[in-house]
């Protein structure tokens, strides 16, 4: 069993910046793939982007080029730096563990799940 529990969220303007983190209650390291979700109003879930279990990122098209993952392995930790946010970043932001034992993450196998994080992005 895997608890997650993410923090960071918050109001920001346009063309600001936040940082969101999400705590592990294991050590994810080279076991689970690790990925942020996101949750706009009226819209379905989407992945942001995700982290393999050999560090490899990957972002939605969306996001590309403005948010980047990253692990703290020693503290068990996933973060989603973001900046140059955008009106439509605003949603409830989930992180998402897999366990793995190859280098693939299907997006329909993330199993554990935080209680997410709300981001709000005003003019």
């Known amino acids: 069993q895997v608890q997650l529990v993410e923090s960071g969220g918050g109001s920001v303007q346009a063309g600001g910046s936040l940082r969101l983190s999400c705590a592990a209650s294991?050590?994810?390291?080279?076991?689970?793939?690790m990925a942020w979700f996101r949750q706009g109003p009226g819209k379905e879930r989407e992945v942001v982007a995700y982290i393999n279990v050999i560090s490899r990122t990957t972002y939605g098209d969306s996001v590309r080029g403005r948010f980047t993952i990253s692990q703290d392995n020693a503290k068990n930790t996933l973060f989603l730096q973001m900046n140059s946010l955008k009106l439509e970043d605003t949603g409830i932001y989930y992180c998402a563990a897999q366990r793995r034992d190859d280098t693939i993450c299907p997006i329909a196998m993330y199993d554990y799940w935080g209680q997410g994080t709300q981001v709000t992005v005003s003019s």
């Open positions: 294991v050590s994810t390291y080279r076991r689970y793939c």
